[in-house]
């Protein structure tokens, strides 16, 4: 006996026709799925299949007539019945025609050294990709920052306050712990190497050079790029992916202006004065270890300090602090601009911010450090 369901009758003894009827939707989809299941297995070879009483038919209910008849079946089908509506027979052919593709070839195994050959160049033209649009941005920040100087009113002077208490004040108490402990920690390692020799006395010699030339004004954009980068990169990237920037440009601002000027502008300030706070600080914590561990009291130590070490040194560390303070809000800003609008994206920007600043930072100190040392300074 035919099945008499409302969805398909099975084929008699006398037509042996494969009637499919009713509605095919997600509505009855459990239903067609369990009647499809309980179908003998050569229900679907049989010569004719009729489409033609197909009340309503959607993408779930053409997966489960795909699957009953096969991806070649019905496309046969369809290429020969002329009873189907058209948009009915273009949503059954997609299925159809997704459906028959196979699955995707296995890949080849590739020649490992051309594989890391090939990596390779893709960072290296990758790195040159953003080493050319560094040096472009930052024509364009100094190109605005030399036509400002001749429009008063485009200053800002509200949103530079305001990076200058984010940049610069909140940062002072984790500067001068880090500088303090790292002052005391090299006061420490060179009393004990200075000892065996008989010139602990010279421990002050060794924190006032180190903190004065180096690690005053390298700690200090050190944790800039992690905390200033990084910020600037999130605060910016978060407005690009909201179309904020797009909604500044259409209000006829210019976002350089409006966002890059400022931040840059907080950081030439803001970073000498935590550098001149790191050597403060460095140097607080290497006279504690000279006073407590050496016996060298904080009269001597100023004395000392005052007699061995000339402001020359001073002077070199802070002469790099605006350098690297534009480099570290050039670079933050401009991974912001980057980012392409999802949160994915502002996560690897924020990431790639502080490890180019750091990078960045580290170098220009090294190629600085060879140019003193060759001017002999």
């Known amino acids: 006996m035919p099945d008499t369901s409302p969805y398909l009758r099975l084929p008699d003894a006398q037509q042996d026709t494969l009637l499919l009827q009713g509605d095919w939707t997600l509505d009855n989809y459990a239903e067609l799925r369990q009647l499809i299941s309980s179908l003998p297995a050569d229900s679907a070879q049989v010569s004719n299949i009729d489409l033609s009483q197909l009340s309503r038919v959607d993408t779930a209910g053409g997966q489960l007539i795909n699957d009953l008849l096969g991806a070649e079946r019905l496309q046969q089908i369809l290429a020969s019945s002329s009873g189907l509506p058209d948009e009915r027979r273009t949503l059954l052919a997609r299925i159809a025609s997704t459906c028959e593709q196979g699955p995707d070839p296995e890949p080849q195994p590739g020649n490992p050294i051309r594989d890391q050959l ?14 050319i649009d560094l040096l472009g941005f930052i024509g364009l920040t100094l190109s605005g920052l030399v036509s400002g100087l001749f429009r008063p009113r485009s200053w800002r002077p509200t949103a530079i306050a305001a990076q200058i208490e984010q940049t610069g004040l909140n940062a002072v ?128 130590f100023l004395n000392l300090l005052h007699d061995d070490v000339g402001v020359q040194h001073f002077l070199l560390g802070m002469a790099k602090a605006p350098v690297f303070a534009f480099l570290v809000a050039i670079i933050g800003c401009l991974e912001g601009f980057k980012v392409s609008g999802s949160a994915e994206s502002v996560g690897e920007h924020t990431t790639s911010s502080v490890v180019q600043c750091i990078f960045v930072v580290i170098l220009v100190d090294a190629l600085a450090a060879l140019f003193y040392m060759e001017m002999g300074w």
């Open 118 to 131: 090939e990596h390779i160049g893709v960072s290296m033209a990758q790195h040159a990709a953003n080493v």
């Open 173 to 300: 108490p984790i500067v001068a712990l880090l500088t303090f402990m790292v002052g005391a920690v090299i006061a420490f390692l060179g009393a004990t190497v200075l000892q065996t020799f008989g010139a602990s006395i010279y421990t002050v010699d060794l924190v006032a050079f180190s903190f004065l030339r180096e690690f005053g004004v390298l700690l200090t954009a050190i944790l800039m790029a992690g905390r200033t980068a990084s910020a600037f990169t999130a605060q910016i990237g978060s407005m690009k992916s909201n179309e904020e920037i797009d909604a500044i440009r259409a209000l006829g601002l210019n976002p350089l202006e409006l966002l890059v000027l400022p931040r840059v502008i907080a950081l030439l300030i803001t970073l000498p004065a935590l550098t001149f706070i790191a050597m403060l600080s460095g140097l607080l914590g290497g006279a504690m270890v000279c006073a407590f561990s050496l016996d060298i009291s904080p009269v001597m």
